[in-house]
């Protein structure tokens, strides 16, 4: 009988621990903001995170919920965290393009040059405009690359998000950066068929790299 009482009591944290993520869950889901604050007032960790690794504060990125997001940087959330896929508030804002939330983060010191995917990156690729053109006149690198050496501009030019291009050029981008397969954003471009933005990059100075695209390139 002993035994049991300290099986259960040792427990009986965890099993509060487990109720509460389902109410916060609950909560975000339903938008009920106060109910979630509430829970956070109760002693939950304003740093916790889901079976994905998003912090409550990218939770409330990805559901849109300022009044949330805005409580949790007051309680100094934790900014740069990183989900398993690697991304972090900021990044999730940038890609979803949702410059109210990219603002306050930047305001809050979130990191504006992430290694890996930085945020200019996923707006880039999604070809969020205006979310490109703040990331820049806060300091990001308009020139940073993934992993495989690809930039901002070679995915905007993949995507045809001419917009993205323009402020990307205009912030000084080089349109002759290699990635490791040998394109720039030229090439990817072409490939894509987007020769209105080709012919942009021509102008900037671009050329291609790829002979696959273009065989007189080199």
Do not use: C
């Not at 938008?31 to 690794?53: F, H, K, P």
């Not at 912090?55 to 805005?70: G, H």
């Not at 996923?122 to 205006?130: E, M, S």
């Amino acid at each position: 009988m002993k035994i049991l009482a300290l099986l259960f009591a040792l427990l009986l944290p965890s099993l509060a621990l487990a109720g509460a993520f389902e109410d916060m869950e609950e909560a975000l889901i339903s938008g009920d903001t106060a109910w979630a604050i509430q829970l956070i007032n109760r002693g939950m960790d304003v740093n916790s995170v889901d079976a994905a690794g998003n912090t409550l504060l990218m939770q409330s990125v990805q559901r849109e919920n300022m009044d949330f997001f805005d409580y949790l940087v007051k309680r100094r959330a934790r900014l740069n965290t990183r989900n398993r896929n690697g991304e972090t508030a900021l990044s999730l804002a940038a890609y979803k393009g949702k410059l109210p939330f990219v603002r306050r983060l930047v305001e809050a010191g979130a990191d504006v040059n992430l290694y890996g995917w930085p945020p200019l990156i996923y707006a880039a690729f999604k070809g969020h405009a205006p979310v490109v053109d703040y990331l820049l006149k806060k300091g990001a690198e308009v020139n940073a690359t993934t992993a495989n050496g690809s930039t901002a501009l070679l995915f905007a030019a993949r995507f045809g998000h001419m917009a993205v291009v323009e402020v990307l050029l205009q912030n000084k981008a080089d349109p002759n950066i290699v990635n490791d397969r040998g394109a720039t954003a030229i090439d990817w471009a072409l490939k894509s068929d987007n020769t209105d933005i080709a012919d942009l990059l021509r102008k900037a100075g671009g050329r291609a790299g790829d002979p696959a695209v273009n065989p007189g390139s080199r």
